[in-house]
T-cell receptor
Framework: DTGVSQDPRHKITKRGQNVTFRCDPI?????LYWYRQTLGQGPEFLTYFQNEAQLEKSRLLSDRFSAERPKGSFSTLEIQRTEQGDSAMYLCASSSILEGGTGLAGVLEQFFGPGTRLTVL | GNSVTQMEGPVTLSEEAFLTINCTYTATGYPSLFWYVQYPGEGLQLLLK?????DKGSNKGFEATYRKETTSFHLEKGSVQVSDSAVYFCALSVYQAGTALIFGKGTTLSVSS
C-alpha cells in the first residue's frame, strides 16, 4: 500500500506530557499538510510543508506545537505540555503541486492518512 | 475570509431515495471545490471535485456542480444505498492562499434498507 501512513493510530497521555506523531506521505508528493479534527467538526488546517520548507502555520498552531519535515519526506508533529483541549484526531495529507505553475495548475487532490487519535487525560 | 457552510445533519433516508446535501461557500480568491467522504472507521477520501465555474464533478453516482453565481456546490445522488452511509464534508481550497483545504462541519448520512 503506497498511501499516506500515520503512527501511532492512537495515543493516550496525561496532561502535561509531550507527544510526537509521525506522517509518511505518498513518496512522490512534495506537499504535506497537518489538520486537526474534533468530534462533530470538519478538519481544521494546522500547517503545511512544501518539500522541507514550512510555508504556512495556522493561528491554531500555538507555540506548544511544532512540526518538522527535515528531509522533505516524512513529517513529525510534536505537542509539548499537552492539555485536555488538545484531544482530537490529527490528520496528515499529502499532494503534488506543479512547480512554477500558475493559478489552477497547481491545485491537486490531497490524500489523507488514517489519522492519530490523541486523548489527553 | 474563506469559509464553507453545509447543511446540518443527520440526514436519514431510505434506500433508493434522492439525496441532496447543500453546501455554500465564501472565498476571497477563485476556489476549487471538493466533496470528501468519511466512512465509519476509515480516513477521509476524495469523492469528487470541480475547479472552475459550471464544472460538474461526479463519482460513484454522486454529482455536484460548481455554481459561482450562487456560491454553491450541492451534492446529489439519485438513488442512495445503505453503503453510502457516511459523513460527507464539503471543502474548498484557494491556490493563492496556499491550497490548504477549508472544510465544512460535515453532514452525517444514514441510509436504511
Amino acid at each position: 500500500d503506497t498511501g499516506v501512513s500515520q503512527d501511532p493510530r492512537h495515543k493516550i497521555t496525561k496532561r502535561g506530557q509531550n507527544v510526537t506523531f509521525r506522517c509518511d506521505p505518498i513518496s512522490e508528493h512534495n506537499r504535506l499538510y497537518w489538520y486537526r479534527q474534533t468530534l462533530g467538526q470538519g478538519p481544521e488546517f494546522l500547517t503545511y510543508f512544501q518539500n522541507e520548507a514550512q510555508l504556512e502555520k495556522s493561528r491554531l498552531l500555538s507555540d506548544r506545537f511544532s512540526a518538522e519535515r527535515p528531509k522533505g519526506s516524512f513529517s513529525t508533529l510534536e505537542i509539548q505540555r499537552t492539555e485536555q483541549g488538545d484531544s482530537a484526531m490529527y490528520l496528515c495529507a499529502s499532494s503534488s503541486i506543479l512547480e512554477g505553475g500558475t493559478g489552477l495548475a497547481g491545485v491537486l487532490e490531497q490524500f489523507f492518512g488514517p489519522g492519530t487519535r490523541l486523548t489527553v487525560l | 475570509g474563506n469559509s464553507v457552510t453545509q447543511m446540518e445533519g443527520p440526514v436519514t433516508l431510505s434506500e433508493e431515495a434522492f439525496l441532496t446535501i447543500n453546501c455554500t461557500y465564501t472565498a476571497t480568491g477563485y476556489p476549487s471545490l471538493f466533496w470528501y467522504v468519511q466512512y465509519p472507521g476509515e480516513g477521509l477520501q476524495l469523492l469528487l471535485k470541480a475547479t472552475k465555474a459550471d464544472d460538474k464533478g461526479s463519482n460513484k453516482g454522486f454529482e455536484a456542480t460548481y455554481r459561482k453565481e450562487t456560491t454553491s456546490f450541492h451534492l446529489e445522488k439519485g438513488s442512495v444505498q445503505v453503503s453510502d452511509s457516511a459523513v460527507y464534508f464539503c471543502a474548498l481550497s484557494v491556490y493563492q492562499a496556499g491550497t490548504a483545504l477549508i472544510f465544512g462541519k460535515g453532514t452525517t448520512l444514514s441510509v436504511s434498507s
